[in-house]
């Protein structure tokens, strides 16, 4: 039987390799899917590429699946950070699964001056990554960091990492990402709060030395619009499209 269901794991996979699974996994597999033991599942970890598994053993608190072939290599995104100031729920989550599905190596929520958001749940936004990997065919997972002041962040900023900053001040003068723009270097993308960036921040940004000020086009777009925006930008230019 072809497999149909995919599924996250934390287990190394391996030939032979037995993966035992919790009650929710166990739930999702027997419950919801209606699998059985003889049925496929494809698996991955984030560090081992894609699996074919079998199930071995199954009930409602849990089960074991047993590793069969690898049938996809571990394949990395590029090196780029998305750095982005929360904002509501529903939309905040968006911006993760798309980063998570349009290469992002990491996800960083951010707080500026004009944030919003003073707080997220780290865990709930790694497991909308983790989602979005397992529905779009991706064998790595973004890690989802802790909420940081922005200011912090660029008082440590990587001397090699190249910063996209994305100013909205900037929309009408039709900047572009140019292609030799450091293209071996590691980068992130900026994306600012619903507020736009403070002119302080503003004069930080475009006096960092490894940043590239860009224009998302002629009009102001919503946040998690302008993720997608500057995420296309970035990966037409600079990344593996």
């Known amino acids: 039987m072809s497999a149909k269901v ?28 209606r699998l059985s033991v003889g ?16 199930v071995q ?13 690898q049938s996809k290599p571990l394949q990395m995104p590029p090196d780029l950070w998305l750095m982005f100031a929360p904002i509501k729920k529903a939309r905040t989550d968006f911006i993760v699964e798309k980063a998570a599905e349009m290469g992002a190596a990491k996800i960083l929520p951010v707080q500026t001056q004009f944030t919003n958001s003073d707080r997220i749940r780290q865990d709930r936004l790694q497991a909308h990554a983790v989602e979005a990997a397992e529905q779009c065919g991706g ?18 900023w990587p001397k090699e990492r190249q910063l996209m900053f994305c100013d909205e001040a900037e929309v009408g003068n039709a900047l572009e990402l140019a292609a030799d723009s450091n293209p071996d270097a590691p980068w992130a993308i900026l994306i600012g709060p619903e507020g736009g960036f403070s002119e302080d921040e503003r004069k930080r940004l475009h006096a960092l030395e490894q940043s590239h000020v860009v224009s998302l086009g002629p009009r102001v777009l919503r946040a998690d619009t302008a993720a997608v925006a500057a995420m296309t930008l970035w990966q037409k230019t600079l990344g593996d499209w």
Do not use: I
């Open 6 to 33: 995919r599924l996250y794991v934390e287990h190394p996979l391996g030939a032979g390799q037995s993966l035992p699974l919790d009650r929710d996994q166990a739930h999702y597999l027997f419950g919801v899917m």
């Open 39 to 54: 049925d496929h599942v494809t698996v991955f970890n984030g560090r081992d590429g894609e699996w074919q598994v079998e």
């Open 57 to 69: 053993e199954a009930n409602k608190r849990g089960g074991t699946l047993a590793c069969l072939n």
């Open 139 to 156: 064998t790595y997972v973004p890690e989802v960091a802790e909420l940081q002041k922005l200011a912090r962040l660029l008082d440590h």
